[in-house]
């Protein structure tokens, strides 16, 4: 049984917002949830239970029990709670959140009202908001309240679809430090906080960080392309250095999956199989990475 703690929801309204973003001299004509998908050569996602029911049919296909859905831009979560709403027991829904909008916290709110909304994702190099600002701590604050998780990304920051549009990216990478994670994390041990991918280049930060305050997990996600900005590290190293100080109980294993056709990433999901294997990882250990910490912390937020 595999369980998947990092998936995106790229919904209509996701592309939408991309071609929101366009300078309107590079816009195609017509709705750009169908023209932008278009381009890339990607599927267009339809209506948001159209594509629940075809993240459904994937994960059916790769024997994957459920994963977590993000909406990846601030101001889509709608897109998630209706796909969480369709399929309850396949997905649990996650949301970006720029705590600058000025409609950040009743946004948060009004997601948190949701059942099956369970994390709320933080990205402070994107909105340019520090982890420690009285901003995203607020954040913090209402996920103690409603039992819910924050997800924060740290480290080196990269989105694809942006890069093919040719949108800018100015990202302020100074400001996804895990330490800074670690001090905010500490002043509230009730709430699971996740970094994906290792940190994502601030592997040693990270890695202090989690050594500081147990409440932090590591979600595995993706390629962690981010290991060439290491000389001489391999992902088995990431591997076992995050087993010996954070242990089995705080990974949970991420693909980083998104659109389609593409679908479902399995490649990421074997390496990391294998990863485990060569480093002799027990199959109790393994069961809790690719599925039992996911369904753990779900539940403790239900």
């Known amino acids: 049984m595999v369980a998947d703690a990092h998936v995106h929801f790229f919904s209509s309204g996701f592309y939408r917002a991309l071609g929101a973003a366009q300078p309107s001299a590079a816009r195609a004509e017509g709705d750009a949830a169908v023209s932008i998908p ?14 629940a029911d075809a993240w459904v049919a994937e994960l059916d296909r790769h024997a994957v029990s459920r994963v977590t859905l993000i909406a990846s831009v601030h101001g889509d979560e709608s897109a998630v709670v209706a796909a969480v709403a369709r399929h309850p027991s396949r997905f649990f829904g996650a949301f970006m959140l720029n705590p600058a909008a000025p409609d950040a916290l009743a946004r948060l709110e009004a997601a948190f009202a949701h059942p099956g909304m369970r994390t709320v994702c933080l990205f402070p190099a994107m909105h ?12 913090f604050k209402a996920a103690e ?8 990304h740290c480290g080196v920051l990269s989105v694809g679809v942006r890069k093919k549009l040719g949108l800018p990216s ?15 994390a500490l002043r509230h041990p009730s709430v699971p906080v996740v970094i994906p991918h ?10 202090m960080a989690a050594a500081t305050a147990s409440n932090i997990l590591f979600d595995t996600s993706s390629s962690n392309g981010w290991i060439r900005f290491h000389p001489g590290l391999t992902l088995h190293d ?4 995050a087993l010996d100080i954070v242990g089995p109980s705080r990974l949970m294993f991420g693909s980083d999956s998104s659109f389609f ?8 999901y074997e390496q990391q199989r294998q990863v ?11 069961a809790a990475i690719f599925a039992a910490n996911f369904d753990r912390i779900g539940q403790a937020r239900s």
């Open 38 to 51: 278009d381009a890339l050569g990607w599927t267009a996602p339809g209506a948001d239970e159209d594509l």
């Open 128 to 139: 340019h908001v520090p982890v420690d600002d009285e901003r995203s701590v607020a954040v």
């Open 145 to 152: 309240r409603h039992g819910r998780a924050v997800f924060v």
């Open 170 to 184: 100015p990202f302020d990478i100074r400001l996804g430090d895990p330490l800074a994670v670690a001090a905010v």
């Open 198 to 207: 290792f940190g994502a280049g601030f592997f040693s930060q990270a890695l």
């Open 238 to 241: 990431v591997f076992a250095r």
């Open 261 to 268: 056709p593409r679908g479902w990433q399995r490649g990421v």
């Open 276 to 286: 485990l294997q060569d480093l002799g990882v027990t199959a109790a250990d393994q």
